[in-house]
């Protein structure tokens, strides 16, 4: 059973963007929660609404998107009601960002130790307490030691130099030092590391999910790629055209999964062997004019004519794992 209040509740929202073409479903009463210290990896395609998603949580939706229905609830406090004076406090305190590309993250004219400690003194009111030449004295010491839990190579050094002067995964992990310097109660990873060789990645991943575990932070992670979203997450949502289609926790979806969508994410995912996994025909659909019912139908091998005439509901199959797809109606009574 899920707790009876999460950290964070997504109830029913609904998105919609004004484009030139039309207004344009992007989400479409999605449902999410995740748990104190809990794991979470939101999983699907480009395009298919998981970054709005992110940016909705974080009150950073660009101007034509219109938050038409639902709410976001963080600790209790629908986030949708707050002023931008407001979310402007809870960013990086309580709630953080880990971006997908370093290289336009961090800024290129401030040295690595300069960034983190206007973050800091950001947080404790630029030293109002302190004199301003001891409270960055403090934040530095802070600072070091953060470089230092992420792993970060001579972290005193590496205060004083540029973004430019490190390597791809040095400033991948200056990006972590930044979200979790300021102990957030919630991390949002959005794809880190894609552009970085496999390896490393993998290194910097499966460091940032023993990070967030030991700290006792939520994250939500979000990716295109099953195999990374098995690695770091302890439930995963599959999303699909601005729609959970499947809900496990991730070691179950691995064993079995429910949703035909699923089911192709996992064939897509590269074998060890070489080869190149099977990719799904088709493309997500139109969001001005999606399929009227279930917006996977089109693409669905298994498609059926209720799936062209009926919205599958997202229900519980089997305990704490839930799926939207007329081939499973639901638990036996």
Not at 176 to 192: S, W
Not at 313 to 328: G, K, N
Request: proline letters at 8%; aromatic letters at 4%; a neutral charge.
């Amino acid at each position: 059973m899920r707790p009876v209040e999460p950290l964070l509740a997504v109830r029913n929202l609904t998105i919609d963007f004004h484009l030139f073409e039309g207004r344009a479903q992007v989400i479409n009463g999605i449902d999410l929660e995740i748990a104190r210290g809990e794991s979470v990896a939101l999983v699907g395609e480009t395009g298919c609404g998981k970054s709005v998603t992110a940016k909705a949580i974080l009150g950073l939706l660009p101007p034509n998107a219109e938050v038409v229905s639902g709410r976001i609830l963080f600790a209790g406090r629908d986030l949708l009601t707050l002023s931008p004076g407001e979310f402007q406090q809870l960013r990086g305190r309580r709630i953080a960002m880990i971006f997908q590309d370093p290289s336009t993250a961090l800024n290129p004219v401030f040295t690595v130790g300069e960034q983190l400690q206007d973050v800091l003194l950001q947080r404790d009111g630029g030293g109002r307490t302190w004199s301003r030449t001891r409270a960055r004295r403090a934040a530095r010491g802070r600072c070091v030691e953060m470089l230092r839990v992420v792993r970060l190579p001579d972290p005193e050094g590496s205060l004083a130099r540029y973004p430019a002067e490190l390597s791809g995964g040095m400033r991948q992990r200056v990006l972590i030092a930044l979200a979790l310097i300021q102990n957030p109660e919630l991390v949002i990873a959005d794809e880190p590391g894609t552009a970085l060789d496999v390896s490393i990645q993998d290194q910097i991943l499966l460091e940032l999910r023993d990070l967030v575990r030991t700290r006792g932070t939520s994250m939500l992670y979000i990716t295109h790629n099953l195999g990374v979203a098995r690695m770091v997450s302890d439930r995963i949502y599959v999303m699909y055209a601005g729609e959970i289609a499947e809900i496990a926790p991730t070691q179950r979806l691995f064993t079995g999964q429910l949703h035909p969508y699923a089911q192709g994410l996992l064939a897509a995912i590269p074998r060890l062997t070489g080869t190149i996994g099977e990719g799904i025909e088709g493309r997500i659909p139109d969001y001005v004019t999606p399929p009227p019912a279930c917006r996977f139908e089109p693409r669905c091998p298994f498609r059926m004519a209720v799936c062209r005439e009926v919205r599958p509901l997202l229900i519980e199959a089997e305990p704490d794992r839930s799926v939207a797809c007329h081939l499973h109606p639901g638990p036996k009574t």
